[in-house]
Structure formats: C-alpha cells, structure tokens
C-alpha cells in the first residue's frame, strides 16, 4: 500500500470547517483513499473513502486531486466530540484481502 | 447492526501469567482482524482471518502470541507467557467480503487494555 504523509496536528475552531490534508504522492491506479478517526480511548471509526471522485457522506467530505496525489477530508462543522487523532490510509484490493496499516496520523483539536 | 465487542475492557496481568482476549465480530462479515497499540506508538497489525483460515499473520510479535477462530465466528487471541512489553491496547476489527475491486472499510470494536505488571 502507498505510503501517506499527513500534518502531525491540526487546530479548528468549534463550528468551523476543520479541512485534514493527506498527501499520498505514490498512489497507485488500484488504490482507494480511506480515511478512520480515533477518539480518545476508542477504536479506530471509519469515516469514508475515495476512489477518485469526490464523496461526502453524513460524516465528511472527501476531496481528491485529479491526479490523486493528495487529498483533503472536510468536517463541515467541525464540534468538540470531533477532537481526534485522524488517519489518512491508502488501500488496495487486488484479488486479496488488504489489512489497514495506519500511521501516526493528524491529531485534531477542536476548540471552543 | 450490532458493532464489534470485545472482552474484557480491561484486564490486568502479572508477567508470566496467560491472558485470553475475546472479539466477536460484525454478524456475517467473513474477515477479521487484530491490531495493537503500545503505548505512544502506532496501531500495528498483528493478523488477519478470513473465516477461519489466517490470511496474514505477519505482524504477530511472536509464539507467545496465539488466536484462533474456530467456526469462523468469534476469535480469540491468547497470550501466554505474558512479558511487559505485551502490555498495550488490543483492537479487534471485521468486514464483510469486499464486492468486485472494492476493499470493504473495516469496523473496530472499542479495544482490551492489557497491562502486565
């Protein structure tokens, strides 16, 4: 799987559009964009994923580039139970069964 | 649908002593899998099934480490002697097999905390 880049933290104010970088510069053809958060002391939650068109769902939105090189996750409004470490996650299925393998990730504070 | 759970929350250990954690997945979905956090370090991949067979076990530390899914349903992963170094958060996840080129997302259960003393 391709390896991705993503800021160490990011600050939002609180009902403010909080926008999650996440550079995977090395993504190939076959490779979904897959993004999990993980709130304090919880597991991993997915959010949403991405081929290469944009996608939003009740979560998120999902931004990638034409050329797939990087992409953005947007929390509209962003609340404090959105404070969480975020991971960006590149995944392919090639006939297989791909585990996630997840980074350190953008830790998210989201202030009052 | 009801998510992943896992037991014990929580489950505290004397070095040398064995510990058997539980993961009951989503109802139907054919693949699970386990990770680990230590702490202040990444989660980490330790195996996965598809059903009852070990896809992947590469990321298991060691032989102490052994999980089992018999019948295809719920898995258990046995640590047996226990050392520090165990102690971390284990995490649990399933997903259902993927339809066409399309890798399902993977849904978590909220973790064991493990701590060896």
């Known amino acids: 799987d391709a390896k991705t880049t993503q800021p160490p933290s990011m600050d939002c104010a609180e009902g403010r559009a909080a926008n999650l970088p996440c550079n995977h510069s090395t993504i190939s053809g076959n490779e979904y964009v897959y993004w999990y958060r993980q709130i304090h002391s919880q597991g991993p939650q997915y959010i949403i994923h991405?081929?290469?068109n944009n996608e939003t769902n009740e979560m998120a939105s999902l931004i990638i580039t034409e050329d797939r090189k990087s992409s953005t996750l947007i929390l509209p409004h962003a609340t404090l139970r959105d404070t969480a470490v975020y991971y960006c996650?590149?995944?392919?299925?090639?006939?297989?069964?791909?585990?996630?393998?997840f980074g350190i990730g953008t830790k998210l504070q989201v202030i009052p | 649908e009801a998510g992943v759970t896992q037991f014990p929350s929580h489950s505290v250990i004397e070095k040398g002593q064995t510990v058997t954690l539980r993961c009951d997945p989503i109802?139907?979905?054919?693949?699970l899998y386990w990770y680990r956090r230590v702490m202040g370090k990444e989660i980490k991949f330790l195996l996965h099934f598809v059903k009852e067979s070990k896809q992947d076990e590469s990321g298991m530390p060691n032989n102490r480490f052994l999980a089992e899914r018999t019948g295809g349903t719920y898995s258990t992963l046995k640590v047996q002697p226990a050392e520090l170094e165990d102690s971390g958060v284990y995490f649990c996840?399933?997903?259902?097999?993927?339809?066409?080129?399309?890798?399902?997302?993977?849904?978590f259960g909220n973790g064991t905390r493990l701590t060896v003393t």
């Open positions: 996650i590149v995944r392919s299925y090639s006939g297989g069964y791909q585990k996630v393998t």
């Open positions: 991405g081929l290469k």
């Open positions: 109802s139907g979905h054919d693949n």
């Open positions: 996840a399933s997903s259902r097999t993927p339809p066409g080129h399309f890798p399902s997302p993977l849904h």
